[in-house]
């Protein structure tokens, strides 16, 4: 599968279409103690694998790729869930079908340094995003 995804200030999904707001930065200026980012992105699902379901991870990481923790119980940053797509009427056989993705971290609470967002399907990476967290 193919996918892309990118930092944005705010997103959403209506009808299959991505709006966003302040997207595509990969540097961000700490001025609270809290961030408050929107990944947004698409994912590609190949004809022959939809109408199956395909586990989904966003997870944050460090430069030497260690997921980041977060709160008392050192939780992972990251949304797990699962992607289905059906066939949607009038879809030429072979085309991929994009599938929107929108998701909100509220409240999150990195020091300034590097990080990176990956997305997996199906435990393979399709899709990094790195940025800059400095204060200011």
């Avoid at 930092?7 to 103690?33: N, Q, S, T």
Wanted: proline share 8%; hydrophobic share 40%.
């Amino acid at each position: 599968m193919e996918a892309f995804i990118m930092m944005c200030d705010f997103a959403e999904e209506l009808g299959g279409k991505l709006y966003v707001h302040g997207g595509g930065w990969d540097r961000i200026v700490k001025r609270e103690p809290f961030l408050n980012v929107f990944v947004a992105g698409k994912v590609l699902v190949p004809w022959d694998r939809t109408n199956e379901r395909h586990p989904l991870t966003l997870i944050l990481k460090d430069p030497d790729g260690s997921p980041v923790l977060a709160g008392d119980q050192g939780q992972e940053i990251a949304v797990h869930g699962q992607l289905e797509v059906g066939r949607p009427p009038g879809v030429p056989r072979g085309a991929d079908i994009s599938v929107p993705l929108v998701m909100r971290f509220q409240g999150l609470d990195v020091p300034p340094g590097r990080y990176r967002w990956e997305l997996s399907v199906a435990d393979e990476v399709v899709a990094r995003a790195t940025f800059d967290v400095v204060t200011g």
